[in-house]
């Protein structure tokens, strides 16, 4: 038997994600634009990539940046309009390219007819299209605190009940118990995919199904109870996606990725299972979360760089037992996160384009759907915030608020230094395109300021060099569709006690690739390669190598049959 499991496009292909807010600006008003993507097309072409997922483009006051969306059918006007997106999404198919989109649907934004209706009144048709409680002691009916600081929930003067938001105070949850709420989000979903949309990637959707006691929660920060086992992989989270499945999924040939914050690996075997009653696959947030609480500052705020070994660990787990039952995603970076390079490399002028190789190169020959986020192709880092007046991200934002000048329980330079090192701002400043003013992102002003460095980081030197992260990308991709063994190889772990060194193999029939990634700044010794049957290189990261060893952040892979 060739294959351990079924053949599948989404199986084989390579996903780029755009925040089409930070990607181009084809006006001038300093915010990325749908135009400004299609304009860019051929140079995701260039890359190789299959699919682009697309960060939320519906109309929305953009409290979180799109992910509070006030209406579902339309288009958010800072990106353009209705005819602005056919045509992009025309031009991407033409170039063979297929557009998945970001479905948040665990919230809406308060500004969304659903919720004007709903907070009306008690008795209004819509009031229970969202999670309403009487106060408790008059007061929050739990200790259960926002993802972006502050209490989950909020009064409504109007009737003296307060509303469940896990994020901001402009993201009402909806209420999934309710059928009608359900059908709602259901036929929205089948009028996109009708249009010609090729998946969805699922914002937060282990968060659908709470537990209907509300209990408190353990303590978060000091400060407020975490919701999460109360709201993450709920009691009905499985059946409602199992509804979805059989009544819009299965209808359409799609790509479903699930953000599945806090799935544990028998969670994931049910919302990603082969049978394919539910998702493809879910995005996990351990390897990412690779630091101990202890080594935080103040709930998910730390400086701290995650240890190789750790991650390693994690990521191994993932890869071995999902192996025949669930397909995983492969990511380093997305808009929620710093800058890959930064936080796992070594984004010195010396290292910075040899570690992001090195890293690209450990993540896309291993087992699943490798995810690229804009500029991670180009080695893009994390920039550098002075004060909270740098910062856009309410998450960060509302934080600094919180911990540093209300409760005054962080000193602000230790906050600033939390920002440089994981704030979501450092992968949402401008795509860096070539050398001119503000990258060639905008001509006019920024919505938020450009990297610095995009003088000597940026699309047009990268293309100019045929070292580059770019084309180290592109060889990555190109080599996912020509072998097989890239795709569908078992994964087996090697030198698991190495501090420095992440390797593994991957088998499928006779073929074995061999992968070895130096994490360091050292030489590293490594002899997985001497050996008469250790076969051909297919990538390196290193014209010239050492004989038994690794050099600084070297990776090499090799393929062989035995
Ligand atoms: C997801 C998104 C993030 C957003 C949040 C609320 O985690 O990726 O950007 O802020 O959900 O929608
Ligand atoms: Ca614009």
């Not at 996606?241 to 806090?262: H, I, P």
């Amino acid at each position: 038997m060739a294959y351990q499991e079924k053949q599948a496009w989404w199986k084989e292909s390579v996903i780029y994600q755009i925040y089409p807010r930070s990607f181009a600006d084809s006006n001038g008003d300093g915010i990325g634009d749908l135009e400004g993507i299609t304009t860019h097309l051929p140079y995701l072409k260039e890359l190789g990539i299959d699919v682009i997922w697309l960060s939320p483009v519906y109309q929305s006051p953009n409290d979180d940046n799109g992910y509070d969306i006030s209406d579902y059918r339309n288009i958010m006007k800072d990106f353009g309009t209705m005819e602005d997106f056919d045509r992009m999404l025309n031009r991407a198919h033409e170039l063979g390219i297929r557009i998945v989109m970001d479905l948040v649907v665990n919230h809406t934004s308060d500004e969304h007819a659903w919720f004007v209706e709903s907070r009306k009144s008690k008795d209004n048709p819509y009031r229970d299209y969202y999670i309403w409680k009487e106060p408790r002691d008059g007061k929050e009916p739990n200790n259960w605190g926002s993802c972006f600081s502050g209490s989950a929930w909020e009064l409504d003067e109007q009737t003296g009940m307060y509303y469940l938001h896990c994020f901001s105070r402009k993201q009402p949850d909806l209420n999934w118990e309710n059928e009608k709420v359900r059908s709602e989000v259901f036929d929205m979903m089948t009028w996109w995919c009708e249009k010609g949309i090729d998946g969805f990637r699922m914002d937060v959707i282990s968060m659908i199904s709470k537990d209907p006691a509300f209990p408190d929660g353990p303590d978060m920060d000091g400060i407020y109870g975490a919701p999460d086992p109360y709201v993450c992989n709920g009691p009905r989270v499985h059946e409602y996606l199992q509804e979805m499945n059989r009544k819009v999924l299965s209808r359409y040939d799609l790509l479903t990725v699930g953000e599945a914050a806090g799935v544990t690996i028998e969670e994931a075997k049910k919302y990603a299972n082969a049978d394919g009653t539910e998702l493809n696959m879910v995005f996990q947030f351990e390897h990412v979360n690779a630091i101990h609480p202890s080594q935080c500052v103040v709930g998910k705020w730390t400086y701290q760089k995650p240890q190789m070994p750790d991650i390693r660990a994690i990521l191994n787990k993932w890869q071995l037992e999902l192996e025949g039952k669930a397909w995983n995603s492969l990511y380093w970076d997305n808009h929620d996160q710093p800058r890959a390079v930064s936080r796992f490399g070594d984004d010195s002028p010396e290292y910075r384009v040899l570690s992001a190789k090195m890293l690209a190169s450990c993540l896309h020959m291993m087992k699943g759907t490798p995810y690229i986020y804009q500029g991670e192709e180009l080695g893009m880092t994390n920039t550098h915030f002075s004060g909270v007046e740098d910062c856009r991200d309410i998450e960060a934002v509302n934080a600094y608020r919180q911990y540093v000048e209300d409760h005054k329980v962080v000193p602000k330079d230790i906050m600033l230094r939390c920002f440089d090192a994981i704030s979501r701002d450092n992968a949402r400043t401008p795509m860096q395109w070539n050398g001119s003013k503000n990258a060639g992102f905008t001509t006019g002003t920024p919505w938020i300021s450009v990297n610095p460095n995009y003088r000597e980081i940026n699309a047009e030197a990268a293309l100019a060099d045929p070292d580059s992260v770019f084309y180290y990308y592109q060889k990555l991709i190109r080599l996912r569709h020509e072998i097989p063994v890239i795709v569908y190889g078992v994964f087996e772990p090697l030198l698991e006690d190495s501090p420095s060194i992440y390797a593994y193999r991957r088998i499928l029939d006779n073929t074995v690739l061999t992968v070895a990634c130096n994490w360091t700044s050292c030489s590293q010794p490594c002899d997985l390669f001497e050996d008469q049957n250790a076969g051909r290189e297919l990538i390196s990261n290193y014209d010239k190598h050492e004989e038994g060893y690794l050099l600084p952040f070297e990776a090499r892979v090799f393929i062989s049959e035995r």
